[in-house]
């Protein structure tokens, strides 16, 4: 998801929940993202887990694709970008067990801009920042 605000890029990274990122932050921060079931497309996938993990419908008009990248442990993301708004605040996410604890998938979201997206994401999907920025600048009225 990504907005503009007073004219700049803003986009919204999803915090990963759990012990082993609790005290993580630059390079930490990701897309919501998730596997595709079986018989789902990649967008369904996309729309799916940003509900599951940030509790709220991507009811967006439009939907961009920016590709795919693979990250560092060889999984393979295919990501789309949308404009739209959320209140970090109000994020509800699906969780997960650990050792018999219960945790968040995220435990938190929050608009960052451009740049400093690009020192809190996870750096293999650094490289969607830049084909978001492109495309944005590609288009007939720079949005």
């Known amino acids: 998801m990504y907005r503009r605000r007073a004219g700049h890029l803003e986009v919204l990274l999803a915090h990963p929940g759990g012990p082993f990122w609790t005290h993580k932050d630059e ?3 990701t897309i919501p993202k998730g596997l595709v079931d079986e018989g ?37 993301v295919v990501a789309f970008a949308f404009e739209g708004d959320l209140d970090p605040a109000t994020i509800t996410s699906n969780t997960f067990e650990v050792e018999g604890r219960t945790y968040p998938e995220v435990d938190r979201a929050e608009w960052f801009s451009i740049d400093v997206a690009r020192t809190k994401i996870n750096q293999a999907q650094a490289e969607l920042l830049q084909r978001l920025e492109m495309l944005l600048a590609s288009s007939p009225a720079g949005d």
Request: charged share 35%.
């Open 27 to 29: 390079g930490a921060w």
């Open 40 to 76: 789902e497309d990649h967008l369904a996938t996309a729309k799916r887990e940003f509900e599951e993990e940030l509790g709220a419908q991507p009811n967006a008009t439009e939907y961009r694709p920016l590709g795919e990248i693979r990250q560092k442990g060889g999984k393979t």
